[in-house]
């Protein structure tokens, strides 16, 4: 493969941040990692706006990591906008979060996340899911033929 496949991880949080890239390096999970500190900046980058302007909006991450409690605009109102938009709404979403609220997960996939996954509290754990989620989403799962190298839609 020519160019490396993008996770982008959307997290506030910076020790969540931090834990999370130290799992996926201890996961030998070496794409390239975007990280987007709340859901306007995340929406900029999927999008090709502000401060990602210059990116090629072609070029779509393999998978979005959501957290859902993000400052600007909430994880759910990316979602959203992700599924609402032809040029996204393929794009593989998994619900990365702290949350244990039931209607978090409903609406999670009322909006259309492909999964809802709990942060795991401990390191361990949180490796292994880290682990799993990277198998899974990056090397077993087959993506949508326009999903992360799409052309021109015009």
């Known amino acids: 493969m020519n160019r490396s496949r993008i996770i982008l991880l959307v997290e506030d949080n910076a020790d ?7 799992a996926f390096e201890k996961s030998n999970i070496v794409n390239d990692i975007i990280v987007a500190r709340d859901g306007e900046e995340a929406l900029d980058y999927l999008f090709a706006t502000g401060s990602y302007a210059d990116r090629d909006p072609r070029r779509l991450p393999e998978v979005v990591l959501l957290d ?20 996204t709404r393929r794009l593989p979403v998994v619900i990365l979060t702290s949350s244990t609220e039931e209607q978090d997960v409903l609406s999670s996939y009322d909006r259309g996340a492909n999964s809802f996954v709990q942060k795991p509290v401990d390191f361990a754990e949180f490796l292994d899911a880290a ?15 326009n999903g992360a190298e799409q052309g021109d839609t015009k």
């Open 16 to 22: 969540d941040i931090e834990l999370t890239l130290r």
């Open 68 to 87: 859902l409690k993000l400052p600007k605009i909430d994880g759910l109102d990316v979602l959203r906008r992700i599924r609402t938009d032809e040029r």
């Open 131 to 145: 682990r799993h989620l990277g198998l899974y989403w990056l090397v077993l799962n087959q993506t949508s033929p």
